[in-house]
């Protein structure tokens, strides 16, 4: 069995987690971590953990949760998460982090859409980005694992194998999503707020959500060269799913069953990734580690539509699948 940890077990992603944990064969979760005073049972904040999952919400420094655990999972904020990952790593621990601290490769790129000094500069642009499905060899016995943005899964997944086979033309990428509301997470926020979202869409951060450079940066690892990516991201009046409809144009004239052989020979030996002929919906792919994907040609415009649990593959599956990778366990262990 391997020790783990849970960091900010009281949030939405850390919930997920755990729920796939307890069914995972090879996995002990020995603490759970939160900045709760009077150390509560983790089913006082999560009732459906209730005869489930026993153990106190602990506010621990990283050697405590190292000495009890040999994998963290950092369900923490992005800044909280890298002031806690150093130490981590440091006492010997592998950490697959849930945060954006280590996804980009450089500290300039982290400042301009984060706003933020990296305070663990040296370590970006060494760190395995966790999508198996693209980046498998980079996770067998990683240290570190930055588990992909939500939203960037469900870009990323479905442009990944037509750049690389030279489809698409990167620097005219429109990628409209929707989420549901967790993807916001559990903290209070107006726009979250229940007669906001409730009944209503509303498109927010356009032009400035901070996936579009980790898009990117997944992207021109595949093209060779930067790709230029329009993201408008919408908050949709549902608990959870992502829906991404992305426009590409072609570098030639192609036919939609050319497109889709392109992705079926990508992804039809991943257990996690399905090539569909419908149109997929969000409900197809809620509480499951699946991404759906399908593709239609329109008037010379390929577009690709995916689907996505952004609390499961968009974030605690993906997290699961990853450290199935890290230990060499089998990679649908807890998730199907
Ligand atoms: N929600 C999604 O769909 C999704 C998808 C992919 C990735 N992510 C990423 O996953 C991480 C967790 O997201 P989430 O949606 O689960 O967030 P969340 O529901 O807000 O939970 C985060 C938890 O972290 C703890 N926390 C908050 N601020 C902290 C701080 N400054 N220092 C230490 N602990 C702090 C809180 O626990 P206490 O207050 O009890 O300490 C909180 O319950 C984030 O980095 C997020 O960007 C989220």
């Known amino acids: 069995m391997i020790d783990v940890a849970v960091l900010g077990a009281t949030g939405y ?45 602990e506010d621990l420094e990283p050697a405590e ?38 996804r980009l490769d450089d500290a300039a790129t982290y400042l301009e859409w984060y706003g933020l ?28 694992v930055a588990n992909p943005g939500c939203y960037s899964t469900s870009a ?36 979250t707020h229940f007669p906001e ?8 951060n356009v032009g400035r959500h901070r996936h579009t450079p980790e898009i990117e940066q997944v992207i021109a690892r595949h093209a060779g060269s930067r790709p230029e990516v329009i993201f408008t991201p919408q908050l949709a009046p549902m608990d959870r799913g992502i829906l991404s409809t992305i426009y590409a144009r072609p570098t030639r004239a192609v036919t939609e069953a050319e497109v889709a052989a392109v992705l079926h020979q990508a ?29 239609r040609v329109v008037r010379g415009r390929i577009l690709l539509i995916s689907c996505l649990d952004n609390l499961v593959k968009g974030a605690a599956g993906a997290a699961v699948q990853n450290f199935n990778c890290v230990f060499g366990l089998p990679e649908t262990a807890g998730l199907l």
């Open 197 to 204: 979202c409730n009944e209503s869409m509303s498109a927010y």
């Open 65 to 102: 949760v190292v000495a009890r655990a040999s994998c963290v999972f950092s369900c923490l904020p992005h800044t909280a998460s890298a002031s806690v990952v150093p130490a981590l790593l440091d006492a010997g621990a592998t950490v697959i982090d849930f945060s954006a601290d280590y």
């Open 117 to 144: 000094e990296h305070v663990d500069p040296s370590r970006l642009g060494q760190v395995a980005y966790g999508l198996p499905e693209l980046f498998r060899p980079l996770l067998k016995d990683a240290a570190l």
């Open 156 to 191: 990323i997944l479905p442009l990944a194998p037509l750049v690389k086979a030279g489809l698409i033309e990167c620097d005219d990428i429109i990628i409209d999503s929707k989420s549901g509301v967790s993807g916001a997470g559990r903290s209070p926020k107006l726009m």
């Open 267 to 295: 992804y039809d030996a991943e257990r996690f990734v399905r090539v569909v002929d419908h149109l997929p919906a969000t409900k197809d792919t809620v509480d499951t580690n699946f991404c759906d994907i399908t593709v």
């Open 13 to 57: 992603t850390a919930l997920e987690l755990v729920k796939i944990l307890l069914r995972h064969p090879e996995v002990r979760i020995t603490v759970a971590t939160s900045r709760q005073e009077g150390q509560p049972p983790i089913s006082t904040v999560h009732p459906s953990l209730v005869g489930r999952l026993e153990i106190p919400l």
